[in-house]
């Protein structure tokens, strides 16, 4: 059966949905298997990087149609770092390429760009960018696409706890006064941003890596053997009707 959301904005996005089905607010997903995509092939490990950004622009449509209204994607961590210098260069230069040559597509989808991540270390002129980017769709409201960029959970946390220490609640106060979830919360990278629903991840890795540590606390996780460049529709799919099919319980009782 074919439907339209009751979203003005999403009217007809979602055509491939169910009347009945469960569609997740936020999805996340590790994009991971880039380098393993390459090896695979003889090519060098950036040329999988290069294959699974082009990947991402494919998702972002078929995200929106699915009638999905946050979707953010782990693409360097702040642990990836550690890697080989050129590999990082090579990754910033195609972050650089994706921003510069992508943004219009993505807002003609009615797509809002959003950064999640510290943003020390990050080259200058891509800070820049991104700026310009976020600048550059800020009023789209269809879909909120977050790149998560020099992000880790812990950092996320830890970042929360420094700028909160400067709240007007919290300056000069008796460090008695307990803090809220929502206080903190409100220091979180993407404060206005529901917790993702579902978290996937690809490559057959089974873990989380440091994405989304307090976001994630009752996120649903599916996870695939395809490698990210691969991923494609029929797997986005298969992982959406899984989620369908999840009872979501929080610590409750069965409903
Ligand atoms: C994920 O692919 C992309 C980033 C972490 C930047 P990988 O580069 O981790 O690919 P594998 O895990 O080595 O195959
Ligand atoms: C997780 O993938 C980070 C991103 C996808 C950006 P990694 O490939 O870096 O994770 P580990 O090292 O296998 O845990
Ligand atoms: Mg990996």
Known sequence: MSVSNSNADNKDLNLNNNI???????????LDGNGRWAKKRGLPRL???????????????????????????YAFSTENWNRPWTEVQGLMS?????????????????????????????????LEMMRWAEDETKDENILDFILCINYGGRAEILDAINNLRHDDKFLNKDLNIDITEEDLRKYFYL??????????????????????????????????????????????????????GRERRYGGLKK
């Open 47 to 73: 040329m999988g990087h290069r294959a699974g950004l082009r990947k991402l622009e494919e998702m972002v449509r078929l995200v929106k149609r699915e009638g999905i209204r946050y979707f953010s994607v």
């Open 191 to 244: 404060p206005d941003v529901p917790d993702p629903d579902l978290i996937i991840r690809t490559s057959g890795e089974l873990r989380i890596s440091n994405f989304w540590l307090w976001e994630g606390a009752y996120s649903e996780f599916y996870f695939t053997d395809t490698y990210w460049p691969d991923f494609d529709y029929d797997a986005l799919k298969a992982a959406l009707d899984d989620y369908a």
């Open 20 to 30: 009945d089905k469960k569609v997740p607010r936020h999805l996340a997903i590790i």
């Open 94 to 126: 195609l972050f650089r390429f994706y921003i510069k040559h992508k943004v219009k597509e993505v807002k003609a989808e009615g797509a809002r760009i959003r950064f999640a991540g510290r943003k020390d270390k990050l080259p200058e002129d891509l």
